[in-house]
């Protein structure tokens, strides 16, 4: 398989952007906008069993750089949905849509 850059050519993350909403499992679960707790459960199985699948290849190095990376990962989804939220909130509270 070709290697895809993670990075365009701004050094901005668009490219996984890019390949998150080809996903036809992330589409499908956001269609009528409620993310439904099966949809979740299968996405977690979907990332537990890339994480099975990749964890064997990775040497002690490469392991602590992966984890760091999906530590970080974590974060700033989790900051970022945070912050989305606010927003709405904040749009709501004035009328603003």
């Given at each position: 398989?070709?290697?895809?850059?993670?990075?365009?050519?701004?050094?901005?993350?668009?490219?996984?952007?890019?390949?998150?909403?080809?996903?036809?499992?992330?589409?499908?679960?956001?269609?009528?906008?409620?993310?439904?707790?099966?949809?979740?459960?299968d996405q977690?199985?979907?990332?537990?069993?890339?994480?099975?699948?990749?964890?064997?290849?990775?040497?002690?190095?490469?392991?602590?750089?992966?984890?760091?990376?999906?530590?970080?990962?974590?974060?700033?989804?989790?900051?970022?949905?945070?912050h989305e939220?606010?927003?709405?909130?904040?749009?709501?509270?004035?009328?603003?849509r």
């Amino acid at each position: 398989m070709a290697r895809t850059n993670w990075f365009d050519e701004h050094g901005e993350h668009q490219v996984i952007h890019d390949r998150v909403q080809q996903l036809e499992s992330f589409t499908d679960a956001l269609a009528d906008g409620v993310v439904a707790p099966q949809e979740l459960a299968d996405q977690e199985l979907r990332l537990t069993a890339a994480m099975r699948k990749l964890e064997p290849d990775l040497n002690d190095e490469l392991h602590a750089k992966v984890t760091t990376v999906m530590v970080e990962l974590s974060a700033y989804n989790i900051m970022r949905l945070l912050h989305e939220l606010r927003a709405e909130q904040v749009r709501g509270a004035f009328g603003r849509r």
